[in-house]
Each structure stands twice: as C-alpha cells, then as structure tokens.
C-alpha cells in the first residue's frame, strides 16, 4: 500500500522534478548570471501569474485546461486599443481598460461556456478551437471595424488605409505604470510590488471563492455530473459561470500582461499565451483536473527558467542558437501531452478500478443472498 | 442505423439529412461566387482551374482523416505525425540523388516505413487513451513537429540544394523541388483548354487512393472497423480485436497523410520544413466536416465534395471580393467559416460511443 | 417572501454598476493624457509683442523637464486636466533667479497642447498664451504596413520576444 502511494507521488511531481534537473543542468552551462536569472523570473511572476491563475477555476469544474482563455487576453487587448487611442495613460488607463474588458470577456466567457455544454465530454478540444474562431472574429473587429464602425483617431494606431489598427500599439504612456507605482529593489531584484498585490488578492479571492456555495458546487459539478444534477444543483448554469469569471480573470490579466510588456503585438499577442500559461501551469505540478495557486507560483518559476536559460544552454552545447528555442518550444509541448495523457489514462484507471468494485460488490451480494 | 446509411436506399436521405444548415451556407456561398466572379470580372476559367489544382494537392490530406473517423478515434488532430514521416520520405529521397518523378516514387517508398513505425506509435498510444483522443493526437501533433525542427538542424543531410550554404548543414526552411518532382503527378496527361487546366495525373492518382480506401472499407477488416467506430462494445462481443483494428485505422491515417503532403508538395513545388505542418492539420479537418462528415461517421463522398468546397472558398474569396469591393477578407472568412465548421461538428451529440 | 431577495438583488446590482461606470467616468477625467509643449518664443498679440526672458526652466512635480533659451520648445506627457509646473527664470545671463509655480487648466479634447510662456507670464487669457499641436504624421506613419496576422506568429517566443526594452 505505502509503496503505491509513494509511487502516485513520484508520479504527480514527475513533471516539476524533470524541469528542476533541465533547469540545473542547464543554468551553469548558459552562463547567465543567478542576479540575472532572478531579476527576470521575478519580471516574468508579474506578468503572468495573474493570466495563469485564471485558468484554475475551469479546472476546479471539471472542465479542464481552458485553452480558450485566449478570448479574455483579446477582450484585453481590444480594451488597451481603445484606450490608448482615446489618449487616457497611466494605471487609469489600466483600470479603464480592465473595465472596458469585463463585458466584453464576459460574453465571450457565457458563449464558449454555453458552446462547452454542448461539447461535454471533449471540453477542451472544444475550448481549443473556440480560440481559433474567436481569433477570427478578433481579426473582424479590429481589422475591419476599428476605424469605420469602432472609432480609431490616432494615426500610430490606424492603418493609413482608414480601417484596421497597425501590427503594433505602442503602450508606452502605460508601461510598467503598475509594476512601478511602488518602487522597491532587493539585492538589485527589481520587485513589482503592486503587481504583486494584485496577484495576492486575486489568490484570496480565488480560495474565498473555493469555500463559497457556488464554489462547492464548481467542485460537485467537477466531480460528477450526474450526482450534482440529482443533488439540484444547475450543472450548465455553474459551468458557463465558471468559464465567465476564468474568461474575465484572463482579460485583466492580459491588461497586466502588456503593460509589463510595453505595447500590444495586435494579431499575435494572445494567440500563443493560452498555449504557455497551460505549459507552465502544468509544469508546476498541476495536473488536469487538479491545480492549486502552489502549482502556479512553483510553475512560472520552473518554466520560465528553463525558456530563458534553454536557447543559451544550447547555442553553448550545439553552437547554434535555434536549437535551444526548439527544444524549450518541445518542451513546453511535450509537458502538455504528458500531462494530457496521464489524466487519461488515469480517468481509464479508475473508471475501471470503479468497475471492478462494483462488479466485486454484485457478487458479494448474489452470495450473501444465496 | 450505420447499416442502414450504408445500403443504398437509405443514403441519399441520410445525405439530405447529414448535409445540414451550415454545409448549405458554405455551399450557397460557393455558387454565390461562382456566380459572381465573372461579373466583376474574375476569369472563370482560371478560377476553376485553380480549385481542381487546390484540390489535386489536398485532397489526400482530406482523404487521410477518413480510417480513423471511420474506427471511432475521431478526427485526426495528429495529421502532423504523417506529414512529418512524409517529409523524411522527402528530405531523404532527394539526399540519396534521386531526380526528376523517380524521387517523387523514391520519398512515397521511404516514408512508408517510418508512417508504419510512427503511426504504430501512436496509434498505441491512442488506445491507451480512449476518449480523449482528438486533444491528445493535437498534442502529439505539435510536439512531434517542434521535436523534428530539432532534427532537421540536427540530422546529417548534405545535399547542397537542401541545407543552408552558409553553414553546409541544417535543412532550409522551404527547398524547391524543381528539378526533383515538382508537379511529377500533375504533368502526367494533363489537359489545357485556354485557360483552363486540369493536373489529371495527380487527380487520378487521388481517385486511385480513394478508391482503394472505398474498396478496403467494404473488405472484412473495413467493415470491421465501421464496426469498432459505431459501437465498440457490440464489435467486441463480436469478436473483434477493438485495439488491432483502431491501430490499423492509425497506421493508415498518418500513411495517407505521410502521401498527402508529398503530393501536396508536388502540386506547390516546395518542401516546407520546421514550424510549417503545425496547423496543417485544422484545414484538411475542416474540409472534411464541410464535406457532411461528423466526429464519427465520414465517407469518400464527404472527401470529395468538402474539398471542394473548402478549397473553392479559400481560392475564391481573394480574388472575388479584391474585384468587388477592393476589401480582402478572405483570411478572416476562412478562420471563421473552417473553424466555425470544426465547432458545430464538435457540439453535435454523436452516437455510439463518445 | 421570493420577491425580497430578489429585490435586494437588483439593488444590489444596480448600485455595482453604477459604481463601475462611475469609476470609468472618473477614470476618462483624472487618466486623459496630455502632451504639453512649451514655447520661450516671442509672441504677438493685439499688436503688441511679448518677449521671453533669457532661460526658463520648467520643473513637474521637482523633476527637470526642459530648460528654454529664447526661442526653444520644450515639452512633456501629462496625466489629468490641471497642469501644474514651476518655472524658474532667468532674465538675463547670469542673472537673478526667479521662481515662478504656474497652473492652469488643460481642455479635454486637445492631445497636444502648446503653451507659450511668456504671454502666460504676462498674464493674457487663455486663447493667447494657449493653442493646440496638431502633428504631421512622419513618413513613416504614412507608409501603408502590411498586416501579418499570421497563426504561427509567436509560435516559437509565445510573444516574450514582444518586449520593449
């Protein structure tokens, strides 16, 4: 007994162990220095621990990695166009953005959640491609209808064409305006403090919202379907809730996102940040239907030290620079099929261990009656 | 109810049935511009000659998702596994010094072993995971593809035409096949009237294929996996080995798929190496679906007709509304309309097992 | 008994909303950025002309923004509607210093805004020492880009190579 549970064990924590050997090994051989390495993985926290986050509570509903959180960081996006384009800069710029944002993601969210219901059992392949579709109804809006329809003023956000907003907006008069508001810097670690906090808040929301009643029943409903439904609980209503606020969530996140980086890439910017907030999610020891705010933390550090220290590792080993880029972009893939394929075959496990028992529990019936 | 879709008198109603509203949207608009392009003064001719030609080089791609539909392993996400035992077959054709059309029959005869290898892979692995296997053939899918642009820096080629003349190795990103076999399929009797040209070798060949896939679907171990893919439980207590035939359906899948890109190559001209199959497999998909196909049900028909339909709307958008309206929309209408496709495909209930 | 809960519901979200729309409105008003261009150039208004002193420095809340000699433009980025700066003038070289704090209300609907300091020193209205910037689009911004709205985009930085540094 002691010995499979310490198998399960080494088994849950498998991913992350991997990562920490990538990282050891490959850490002194890039050569980067360890200041170096905090200062960007404590950059790297800021800007995405609050998207990452996002994705907990679509796992907490059963309803797996949601790969379409890509809707909310375009619901951002499309906030930060308008924004800066009506020229309000600074964190009120930010907040605007944000507010401009929950609507809009919030439909996207009660759409992709009422499109799931229909797709129960394939929830995320389903997800997946809703990111796709969505995408080109982005391209719609801000390709064709900024400008004519959606008013654009300035001339470095409009195409000179009249319609369409250029590939990129610049957020400068927003960069780093959150992550700066209160200065602080240990050990020559920059620290974006109120981002930080930000963070944190969201993280008591987040186990706050686990003890409410909608919460229990996110976790019911996660559980088994057919068992919360008999127990009243409104199984598609709870479920697109939990893709509304997992949609809203990953738009302020996105905000958060970009003013750390600075502008806005506005046709690319979102379409691979489901992809990496899932890897690192998953690298930090999160499996797919289970994740806590540990695995987030644990995972953004793992992940993004292997992503920066992986190219230069590898143009020292193989001399080439793209060998390096390669293998973090196998990586991060590789992780998600692994951990794609051990919720599966888990699933399988224990759905036929289920069935044992039951079948067990029959025949120890047919004999206490006979 | 499968049986009855098979024998001919319930077909064409179940057709009618399958064709569904969005099939008839995408249909109309095809006329639409059909009907429209030689108004604002597209040339017809070439318009259609240009659809045959897209179709000559995708349809095997198309054709590739029909085995595994067919065994209940749903779409085949994972089309990049093929492509890639398709690409090898390429890349290591041209490296041995094989020419002209005999290169083209070279890279079909060494990617085989490796679509068998791979495909048996994972087809393996699928098996293990029965249920979820579109999210995780996607999965294998990518990480497959970001796994080999690792090896085409890495694997000792050194034909000149192929790696960078800089450093002498590393494959190029894209490697023209002029000289090699660049249209080696479409030459073969093709027929040009004006304007209008049909690459009838590589058709054939297409029919070829889809007439053997036609053919192996009404032999024994077809209709077994008609059986696999309708309901599993039944075909296992009919003695039939479930996990032999769904791995069957994969080998055959990634093989045709391995064929497809080498044609599609043929067609295009060019080898496109590293990050390029990673979507490859969302079109082909689509195309499919469009066709009337669903998660689990999928006939030569549906090939045929959806890509047709989807290739016609990709070649035809551009030049129509350019003409029309000096607006070209035609990336987005193809993001939205062949993933729009996906999606509705995705939310039907389906039968059998899920 | 059902109708009170819900009652207090809409309340509830009646008052949220307002809140929110509240916090945007005062979001347009406290966040409008500004960019505010400052002219020691001699200026002509009513026939009578006001020459500026020999160097002004314009400080922002104690930071250095620009120093003016006779005829300079300077200029900064602003966030909400009052402006307010410190100007330190020199009439002459090596002369005197002088410190002057000036505020002024910026309008909403201009981006740019130009002021010219000394018809603001002199005390004239608004219209005077007050106009608006109006840009000429760089070649550069003129030139048509192409969009790249390509899926495999950012496939292989996932975007982090987006960074401005």
């Known amino acids: ?370 | 109810m499968e049986e009855n879709s098979i024998n001919s008198s319930g077909r064409i109603k179940g057709l009618i049935q399958d064709f569904g509203l969005p099939r008839l949207i995408i249909t109309g608009f095809l006329i639409l511009l059909l009907i429209v392009a030689p108004i604002v003064g597209a040339d017809l001719p070439t318009q259609i000659s240009n659809i045959i030609n897209r179709f000559s080089w995708n349809g095997i791609l198309v054709l590739a998702m029909v085995p595994m539909v067919h065994s209940g392993c749903g779409l085949n996400f994972g089309l990049p596994l093929g492509i890639i035992s398709g690409l090898l077959g390429a890349t290591i054709s041209i490296e041995l010094g094989f020419t002209g059309p005999v290169s083209f029959f070279m890279a079909v005869l060494i990617s085989t072993p490796f679509a068998i290898v791979f495909g048996s892979l994972y087809g393996w692995l699928l098996n293990k995971i029965k249920g979820g296997e579109m999210m995780i053939a996607t999965y294998v899918g990518f990480s497959s593809v970001s796994l080999m642009c690792m090896m085409w820096l890495l694997l000792p080629y050194h034909s000149p035409n192929m790696v960078w003349g800089m450093a002498g190795k590393g494959l190029r990103t894209t490697i023209s096949l002029e000289g090699y076999y660049k249209e080696a399929l479409a030459d073969i009797l093709q027929i040009n009237i004006g304007n209008l040209m049909i690459p009838t070798g590589a058709i054939l060949f297409f029919a070829l294929l889809a007439f053997l896939m036609w053919a192996f679907l009404h032999t024994k171990t077809g209709t077994a996996m008609t059986a696999v893919g309708s309901n599993p439980d039944f075909a296992r207590s009919a003695g039939i080995n479930v996990d032999k035939i769904r791995l069957i359906s994969v080998v055959m899948s990634t093989w045709l798929a391995a064929i497809g890109i080498l044609v599609y190559e043929q067609g295009f001209g060019f080898i496109q190496l590293y990050m390029a199959p990673f979507y490859m497999a969302l079109p082909a998909v689509s195309a499919i679906l469009i066709g009337g196909a669903s998660v689990n049900k999928a006939s030569i028909m549906n090939v045929v007709i959806g890509t047709i339909l989807f290739q016609g709307i990709v070649t035809m958008t551009p030049t129509v509304m350019n003409n029309m309206i000096h607006l070209d929309m035609s990336e987005v209408i193809r993001i939205i309309v062949s993933n729009g496709m996906i999606l509705y495909a995705l939310t039907r209930k389906t039968e059998g097992s899920k | 008994m059902k109708g009170q809960p819900d009652k207090k519901r809409i309340l509830i979200r009646t008052a949220a909303i307002i809140v929110v729309v509240a916090v945007a409105a005062a979001m347009f008003v406290i966040g409008r950025g500004h960019t505010v261009y400052f002219d020691n150039k001699v200026l002509e208004y009513n026939g009578k002309e006001y020459k500026g002193p020999y160097s002004i420095e314009v400080q922002v809340d104690g930071e250095k923004v620009a120093k003016l000699k006779d005829g300079e433009r300077g200029m900064t980025p602003t966030m909400g509607q009052n402006f307010s700066m410190d100007l330190i003038i020199k009439e002459e070289k090596g002369g005197e210093e002088k410190k002057v704090r000036a505020g002024l209300p910026l309008p909403y609907n201009m981006d740019g805004i130009i002021i010219n300091l000394p018809a603001l020193l002199s005390g004239l209205p608004e219209d005077a020492y007050m106009s608006e910037f109006i840009p000429t689009p760089s070649d550069e911004e003129l030139e048509d880009e192409e969009v790249v709205t390509d899926e495999m985009e950012g496939l292989m930085n996932f975007g982090e190579d987006g960074e401005q540094q």
């Open chain 1, 1 to 370: 007994m002691n010995k499979t549970n310490l198998g399960d064990i080494f088994r849950r924590f498998s991913v992350p162990l991997m990562f920490v050997l990538i990282c050891a090994v490959c850490a002194p051989i890039s050569g980067l220095s360890p200041s170096y390495l905090a200062n960007e993985i404590v950059t790297r926290m800021g800007r995405n621990a609050f998207l990452i986050l996002s994705l907990l509570i679509p796992i907490m509903a059963g309803m797996g990695l949601n790969f379409s959180m890509t809707l909310g960081a375009m619901a951002g996006e499309i906030g930060l166009i308008l924004v800066s384009d009506w020229q309000i800069v600074g964190i009120p710029g930010m907040v605007l953005a944000m507010i401009i944002s929950v609507p809009i993601s919030a439909l996207l969210g009660l759409f992709c959640g009422k499109v799931l219901n229909m797709a129960k059992g394939r929830e995320m392949i389903t997800s997946y491609i809703i990111s796709f579709f969505i995408n080109g109804i982005y391209q719609l809006v801000v390709l064709y209808l900024m400008g004519p329809v959606i008013p654009i003023k300035h001339s470095n956000i409009k195409l000179p064409r009249g319609y369409g907003v250029r590939n990129t907006v610049s957020l400068l008069s927003m960069r780093q305006k959150l992550d700066n508001l209160i200065p602080l810097t240990i050990a020559g670690v920059k620290i974006p403090v109120a981002t930080f906090i930000v963070i944190f808040l969201l993280c008591l929301v987040i186990i706050w919202f686990r003890k409410t009643k909608l919460g229990q029943d996110m976790r019911a409903v996660g559980q088994d379907m057919e068992v919360s439904k008999d127990a009243g609980i409104n199984v598609e209503g709870t479920r697109i809730i939990s893709m509304v606020i997992s949609t809203v969530f990953a738009g302020v996140g996105m905000i958060i996102y970009l003013q750390n980086m600075g502008n806005i890439a506005t046709y690319s910017s979102h379409s691979q940040i489901g992809m990496f907030c899932i890897a690192a999610l998953l690298v930090g020891g999160a499996s797919v239907d289970k994740a806590s705010i540990g695995n987030v933390f644990l995972g953004i550090i793992l992940f993004h030290t292997m992503f920066i220290v992986a190219p230069k590792a590898g143009t020292v080993i193989t001399g080439d620079s793209m060998i390096g880029e390669y293998f973090r972009v196998f990586v991060s893939y590789a992780v998600i099929t692994v951990a794609l394929i051990m919720y599966e075959t888990n699933k399988r496990k224990n759905k036929s261990r289920a069935g044992e028992e039951l079948a067990r529990a029959q025949e120890e019936e047919n004999e206490g009656a006979a």
